[in-house]
């Protein structure tokens, strides 16, 4: 019986997938392709610029060496402050004594050779300053990683996958009734229970999943591009790009930051669900309207927001630097879960499923 029951529900999601292959299959790979694009485009284009700009440097050295009439005069100050003029065997002119009072020489500050790095990073750094510099960082500042460069990139691939997710919950419903095909599944040994139950796995479980396969691909070409383009500036990439990288971390913010978010976002898919399986026209209407009314007549007649506060508990919303769009897309912040409403969330989702598994059964005509 359990072996029929995981086949059962293994064709059902296999069908969610061949049916909306374009928006669950193909959109994340095709994203995480394009991305990959235009990251290769822009080190592309990084490298173009930085090979015009060395030969545009190269050519006005290379004028101004062969300039006719250029004198150089060099004033040569000695500790004591005194001027001499440069050897003959030099080759350069000789200037006048410094000691002449028509001259005004304006003295600067002897520093080291070693203050002075003209290396590709081009920094002044006086004898003292870089120390005190190093030990400030060492001691406020927490190590640098790059981890935020690729959850920017993870954070695009989920924000793409919310709106896949409601269009795919507000439509399978209601696409089932519109075509006419809920005929065949009544026909079948499946109860609508189970299609309902398997299209909110779709939404919480498969097509993240398939979103989060895509997502670490996007963030391996980003990698590897990143290792060609410090290896082409001759550094060792070992040190500055796979050295600053705590994948470990980074894999367990992603995947274990999806499971609690699918857990804050199960009421607004299955009310999603309810709305596909009850609407005759438009679910997306039927799914936005009687809140944004009920909301409205809170408001007026109690001065009350208690529904606007729910309704923005498990709903995607800006939520500050740390999670851009709500929920958890750095990692779950255990510190502040309000596990209450996360439980108050999910026995609505229940009663909402329980729902549109009824309308499925007993409302199928539009």
Same mark, same amino acid.
């Given at each position: 019986?359990?072996?029929?029951?995981?086949?059962?529900?293994?064709?059902?999601?296999?069908?969610?997938?061949? +049916?909306?292959?374009?928006?669950?299959?193909?959109?994340?790979?095709?994203?995480?392709?394009?991305?990959?694009?235009i990251m290769l485009a822009?080190?592309?284009?990084?490298?173009?610029?930085?090979?015009?700009?060395?030969?545009?440097?190269?050519?006005? %050295?290379?004028? *101004?060496? *062969?300039?006719?009439?250029?004198?150089?005069?060099?004033?040569?100050?000695?500790?004591?402050?005194?001027?001499?003029?440069?050897?003959?065997?030099?080759?350069?002119?000789?200037?006048?004594?410094?000691?002449?009072?028509?001259?005004?020489?304006?003295?600067?500050? +002897?520093?080291? !050779?070693e203050a002075w790095n003209?290396?590709? !990073?081009?920094?002044?750094?006086?004898?003292?300053?870089?120390?005190?510099?190093?030990?400030?960082? +060492?001691?406020?500042?927490?190590? *640098?990683?790059?981890?935020?460069?690729?959850?920017?990139?993870?954070?695009?691939?989920?924000?793409?996958?919310?709106?896949?997710?409601?269009?795919?919950?507000?439509?399978? %419903?209601?696409?089932?009734?519109?075509?006419?095909?809920?005929?065949?599944?009544?026909?079948?040994?499946?109860?609508?229970? +189970? *299609?309902?139950?398997?299209?909110?796995?779709?939404?919480?479980?498969?097509?993240?999943?398939?979103?989060?396969?895509?997502?670490?691909?996007?963030?391996?070409?980003?990698?590897?591009?990143?290792?060609?383009?410090?290896?082409?500036?001759?550094?060792?990439?070992? !040190?500055?790009?796979?050295?600053?990288? !705590? &994948?470990?971390?980074?894999?367990?913010?992603?995947?274990?930051?999806?499971?609690?978010?699918?857990?804050?976002?199960?009421?607004?898919?299955?009310?999603?669900?309810?709305?596909?399986?009850?609407?005759?026209?438009?679910?997306?209407?039927?799914?936005?309207?009687?809140? %944004?009314?009920? $909301?409205?007549?809170?408001?007026?007649? &109690?001065?009350?927001?208690?529904?606007?506060?729910?309704?923005?508990?498990?709903?995607?919303?800006?939520?500050?630097?740390?999670?851009?769009?709500?929920?958890?897309?750095?990692?779950?912040?255990?510190?502040?879960?309000?596990?209450?409403? $996360?439980?108050?969330?999910?026995?609505?989702?229940?009663?909402? %499923?329980?729902?549109?598994?009824?309308?499925?059964?007993?409302?199928?005509e539009i």
């Open positions: 019986m359990s072996s029929n029951d995981s086949r059962r529900w293994f064709s059902l999601i296999q069908r969610e997938l061949r +049916e909306y292959r374009l928006s669950l299959v193909w959109t994340p790979f095709v994203l995480a392709g394009a991305l990959a694009l822009g080190v592309v284009v990084a490298n173009q610029v930085s090979t015009f700009g060395e030969a545009v440097l190269s050519a006005i %050295l290379q004028a *101004e060496g *062969e300039g006719e009439g250029l004198e150089l005069g060099v004033i040569i100050i000695d500790s004591e402050g005194k001027s001499a003029s440069p050897p003959a065997t030099s080759g350069l002119p000789a200037v006048p004594d410094a000691s002449d009072p028509a001259l005004q020489i304006e003295r600067v500050p +002897e520093a080291e !050779e003209f290396s590709r !990073e081009w920094r002044f750094s006086p004898p003292g300053r870089g120390d005190r510099t190093a030990e400030s960082s +060492e001691s406020d500042s927490p190590v *640098e990683t790059l981890n935020p460069l690729l959850q920017g990139v993870h954070m695009l691939m989920l924000l793409v996958l919310l709106v896949v997710s409601v269009h795919y919950a507000l439509g399978s %419903l209601f696409n089932d009734r519109r075509d006419r095909s809920i005929l065949f599944w009544k026909s079948m040994p499946v109860a609508p229970r +189970e *299609e309902v139950l398997a299209k909110l796995v779709v939404c919480l479980l498969v097509a993240p999943l398939m979103f989060l396969a895509a997502s670490l691909l996007a963030q391996l070409a980003m990698l590897l591009l990143s290792v060609a383009l410090v290896w082409r500036m001759g550094l060792d990439p070992l !040190e500055h790009v796979l050295g600053n990288l !705590e &994948f470990a971390r980074l894999l367990l913010d992603q995947v274990g930051g999806w499971l609690v978010t699918a857990l804050w976002v199960a009421p607004m898919y299955a009310w999603c669900l309810l709305a596909s399986a009850a609407a005759r026209r438009s679910p997306f209407l039927l799914a936005i309207a009687p809140v %944004l009314v009920a $909301m409205l007549l809170e408001s007026l007649l &109690f001065g009350s927001s208690y529904l606007a506060s729910a309704v923005q508990n498990h709903v995607p919303h800006y939520a500050g630097a740390r999670n851009a769009v709500g929920f958890y897309l750095f990692g779950p912040d255990w510190g502040t879960l309000d596990l209450w409403s $996360m439980l108050l969330g999910l026995l609505a989702a229940g009663l909402m %499923l329980w729902a549109a598994i009824w309308l499925r059964r007993h409302r199928w």
